[in-house]
């Protein structure tokens, strides 16, 4: 959908086929309020729930990818425990049985909340623009998932450098310490996720749906314990996959030396 009206309609929403392209339009900074990530938790969770899609791409448009949680809101009264909506705030980060692939295509600044969204998705790929910060500790605050997430993404005294200090890291060093996949020339990043999205689209759901549920349930357990979840089939996604006709199309396409056919059941 397309408006003229951003404030009351703040995502351009596009289907390519089995891939859903969200892209935040809030001008001047993609900040988001309230309202703008309960619309958000409603498209992310749309997206959860169709079968006929298999990837969602998320961006921003102009030089901000988001500047995170809206200030101007927030000077007006609008508290950080407020109602987010299902998905938490952005519409990603408690999103429940999210188990399909999200790349985040980020085209500019990442400040705060911006941050902590690239960070709710799985493969993350930057303009060479990108710059990424936490300036959550100069305005008196917390950035509560970035805190929760990053030193386990990343060095641990990095990570608290960036936390402590609010400082900007740009695409280079997220790069180096494995926080981007990719960083793309500012005309190559959409083409990129694009393409990227439609090779995971192309791939089996069911591995990809086992897959993310294996890793995010199992971040924090010991390995035996992790590993114990998988081949007593605990998991929903895994019990699903290791029961599907899709699991058996893999073997079979494997042996006649074929491409498979997913079904996704």
Not at 12 to 17: L, M, S
Request: with cysteine.
């Amino acid at each position: 959908m397309t408006t003229a009206d951003p404030a009351a309609h703040p995502l351009i929403v596009e289907r390519r086929g089995a891939v859903l392209e969200v892209r935040l339009d809030r001008p001047k900074a993609n900040a988001i309020d309230a309202a703008t990530s309960r619309q958000m938790g409603e498209v992310f969770a749309g997206f959860r729930d169709d079968p006929d899609l298999r990837v969602a791409i998320v961006t921003g448009t102009g030089r901000f990818f988001s500047a995170g949680w809206d200030l101007k809101a927030a000077a007006e009264g609008e508290r950080p425990d407020v109602d987010y909506g299902v998905g938490g705030f952005a519409g990603l980060q408690e999103l429940p049985d999210l188990n399909k692939p999200v790349i985040a295509a980020v085209n500019g600044l990442a400040v705060g909340g911006g941050f902590e969204w690239a960070l709710a998705c799985d493969l993350i790929l930057a303009s060479s623009e990108a710059r990424f910060a936490l300036p959550e500790i100069r305005a008196g605050t917390l950035a509560d998932a970035a805190t929760v997430k990053l030193p386990r993404r990343m060095p641990y005294h990095v990570a608290m450098d960036l936390l402590y200090t609010g400082r900007w890291m740009e695409a280079e060093e997220a790069h180096r310490w494995g926080l981007v996949n990719e960083i793309l020339a500012p005309d190559s990043l959409l083409p990129r996720a694009r393409a990227l999205a439609d090779l995971l689209a192309s791939g089996p759901p069911l591995v990809f749906a086992a897959i993310k549920e294996t890793a995010r349930l199992t971040e924090a357990l010991p390995f035996n314990e992790a590993l114990g979840l998988v081949t007593s089939k605990s998991l929903p996604t895994v019990k699903r996959l290791y029961e599907s006709e899709d699991q058996l199309e893999g073997a079979r396409a494997f042996a006649e030396k074929r491409d498979p056919v997913w079904k996704g059941r």
